[in-house]
T-cell receptor, first 111, second 114 residues
Framework: EDQVTQSPEALRLQEGESSSLNCSYT??????LFWYRQDPGKGPEFLFT???AGEEKEKERLKATITKKESFLHITAPKPEDSATYLC????????????FGAGTRLFVKA | DADVTQTPRNRITKTGKRIMLECSQT?????MYWYRQDPGLGLRLIYY???????NKGEISDGYSVSRQAQAKFSLSLESAIPNQTALYFC?????????????FGPGTRLTVL
């Protein structure tokens, strides 16, 4: 059975305190992995797509990396405006459409 | 700006009532999706449509139906609402492109079934 686990469930950081969020998965036929950001009361917003082990992508203070079994979202010197829930979602190449969303990591950044 | 909109944004209804959630998009995307989100769980796919004549069941379609009225409109119906359908519902769109399927989400509809 395809599974996605994100850890930790919640993370509290001080402004400027760098850290990483983890997304581990056991899936068949991985074609890509998405990262989304979700603010309270809003729909998820696309951040990155990663396709193969070793790939990295960056956007402002965020950098996403991927291995064969997990992906990390590294946050460097976070600011309060980075507070949100971060979702990872492996996209599978099986028949039909299948993107499996993790439950997310809630990030709180205190000034 | 091209956008994905959902109506209503909030809805409270009673067990057994029929309810329709509507989604419209101005992005010109062919693909549209309905998800539900529950606390502590990931987004789960209810139905998806790759074009007007193509409707497919997702992971949790029981108790739901959909209608793709046009490229820009995709509606989700609960024929007889029950309390465990209380959730946050999202509509999403994506382009028809094999390699990339990043989705663009609407603002969500918070549904409460009493």
């Amino acid at each position: 059975e395809d599974q996605v686990t994100q850890s930790p469930e919640a993370l509290r950081l001080q402004e400027g305190e760098s850290s990483s969020l983890n997304c581990s998965y056991t899936v068949s036929g991985l074609r890509g992995l998405f990262w989304y950001r979700q603010d309270p009361g809003k729909g998820p917003e696309f951040l990155f797509t990663l396709y193969s082990a070793g790939e990295e992508k960056e956007k402002e203070r965020l950098k996403a990396t991927i291995t064969k079994k997990e992906s990390f979202l590294h946050i460097t010197a976070p600011k309060p405006e980075d507070s949100a829930t971060y979702l990872c979602a492996p996209h599978l190449g099986t028949g039909g459409f299948k993107t499996i969303f993790g439950a997310g990591t809630r990030l709180f950044v205190k000034a | 700006d091209a956008d994905v909109t959902q109506t209503p944004r909030n809805r409270i209804t009673k067990t057994g009532k029929r309810i329709m959630l509507e989604c419209s998009q101005t992005k010109g995307h062919d693909r549209m999706y309905w998800y539900r989100q529950d606390p502590g769980l990931g987004l789960r796919l209810i139905y998806y449509s790759f074009d007007v004549k193509d409707i497919n069941k997702g992971e949790i379609s029981d108790g739901y139906s959909v209608s793709r009225q046009a490229q820009a409109k995709f509606s989700l119906s609960l024929e007889s609402a029950i309390p465990n359908q209380t959730a946050l519902y999202f509509c999403a769109t994506s382009v028809t492109r094999e390699a990339d399927n990043e989705q663009f989400f609407g603002p969500g509809t918070r549904l409460t079934v009493l």
